[in-house]
């Protein structure tokens, strides 16, 4: 994880015209009251992709924790799930250098230019994938998105790494693709 946000912070002078401390500044006089609001002003005004935008913001919140410390968080007394949520990032990532992870309180969001997929510990046992796959068909594996609500067309559940296989990895690449 940590890997991947730092390829992020080091990749966004080129990507967004300016670094991390330079979007922080900015947003630091503008006072936005909601994470949305300011995602849509560095989209609107600056032209940055919903990736970047998202994590300029995460990052800038003053009383934020780091998005590691979500993703540590958010596996506290899941520690065997630790391997899966690892496995999926290293997938979700192998699809190109646009791929953004973004640590949320409960979630992690996968985005290209919109988000593609979510992961979520769910419970002790287990990690849901939520994947954006419109009309694509369920089955047995790929099931309704459950508690994903609107923002997942579908879930996979997964209790081991030997689950984050080929027939997976075929849908994560279809839902990147999906969302350009």
Same mark, same amino acid.
């Given at each position: 994880m940590e890997k991947a946000l730092q390829t992020i912070i080091d990749d966004m002078p080129e990507k967004t015209g300016k670094s991390l401390e330079e979007w922080k500044k900015i947003l630091s006089t503008k006072g936005f009251e909601k994470h949305g609001q300011a995602v849509s002003f560095l989209k609107t005004e600056h032209g940055v992709t919903h990736g970047f935008a998202n994590t300029i913001v995460t990052l800038s919140?003053? !009383? !934020? $924790?780091?998005? +590691?410390?979500?993703?540590? *968080?958010? %596996? $506290?007394?899941? +520690?065997?799930? =630790?391997? =899966? %949520? $690892?496995?999926? =990032?290293?997938?979700?990532t192998s699809f190109g250098d646009d791929v953004t992870v973004t640590p949320k309180k409960g979630t992690v969001s996968i985005i290209r230019k919109r988000q593609f997929a979510l992961i979520k510990p769910a419970t002790k046992t287990r990690i849901d994938l939520g994947l954006k796959l419109p009309e694509k068909a369920l089955t047995d594996r790929l099931g309704n998105s459950g508690s994903f609500g609107t923002m997942c067309t579908?879930?996979?559940?997964?209790?081991? *790494?030997? $689950?984050?296989d080929n027939e997976l990895k075929t849908w994560l690449q279809e839902a %990147?693709?999906?969302s350009t």
């Amino acid at each position: 994880m940590e890997k991947a946000l730092q390829t992020i912070i080091d990749d966004m002078p080129e990507k967004t015209g300016k670094s991390l401390e330079e979007w922080k500044k900015i947003l630091s006089t503008k006072g936005f009251e909601k994470h949305g609001q300011a995602v849509s002003f560095l989209k609107t005004e600056h032209g940055v992709t919903h990736g970047f935008a998202n994590t300029i913001v995460t990052l800038s919140k003053d !009383n !934020n $924790e780091l998005p +590691e410390d979500l993703v540590a *968080t958010q %596996y $506290e007394g899941k +520690e065997a799930l =630790i391997p =899966i %949520y $690892e496995a999926l =990032i290293t997938m979700s990532t192998s699809f190109g250098d646009d791929v953004t992870v973004t640590p949320k309180k409960g979630t992690v969001s996968i985005i290209r230019k919109r988000q593609f997929a979510l992961i979520k510990p769910a419970t002790k046992t287990r990690i849901d994938l939520g994947l954006k796959l419109p009309e694509k068909a369920l089955t047995d594996r790929l099931g309704n998105s459950g508690s994903f609500g609107t923002m997942c067309t579908h879930r996979v559940q997964l209790s081991s *790494t030997t $689950e984050v296989d080929n027939e997976l990895k075929t849908w994560l690449q279809e839902a %990147y693709d999906l969302s350009t």
